[in-house]
């Protein structure tokens, strides 16, 4: 099973931007489907983002156009760009991890530990 460690979040203001990475190990990273969850506080851990074992990508609606997310699977990495950020945006970011397990026929997944995103002035 993959492990994942997320970096880079912080507090920004807003309108600025920062860029989310996750390392993953101990499995093979191509296989996986990667994604970007987040979760303010008092609500829902909702998909900011993901993007397939083959590139393919989708946003939720709240960050199209401001968000991307890509991946290199040299460096078993996924990242999270995110510009003109707002307030909104403020939530901890988990990296999630998935893939269907052909031996057991079940999917495998896993998260990260999180890293807070705070946009503030």
């Known amino acids: 099973q993959v492990q994942l460690v997320e970096s880079g979040g912080g507090l920004v203001q807003p309108g600025g931007s920062l860029r989310l990475s996750c390392a993953a190990s101990?499995?093979?990273?191509?296989?996986?489907?990667m994604a970007w969850y987040r979760q303010a506080p008092g609500k829902q851990r909702e998909l900011a983002a993901a993007?397939?074992?083959?590139?393919?990508?989708n946003y939720a609606d709240s960050v199209k156009g401001r968000f991307t997310i890509s991946r290199d699977n040299a460096k078993n990495t996924v990242y999270l760009q995110m510009i003109s950020l707002k307030p909104e945006d403020t939530a901890v970011y988990y990296c999630?991890?998935?893939?269907?397990?052909?031996?057991?026929?079940?999917?495998?997944?896993?998260w990260g530990q999180g890293t807070q995103v705070t946009v503030s002035s």
């Open positions: 999630y991890a998935e893939k269907w397990d052909i031996a057991t026929k079940l999917w495998v997944s896993s």
């Open positions: 101990g499995s093979i990273f191509s296989f996986y489907r």
């Open positions: 993007i397939t074992s083959g590139g393919n990508t």
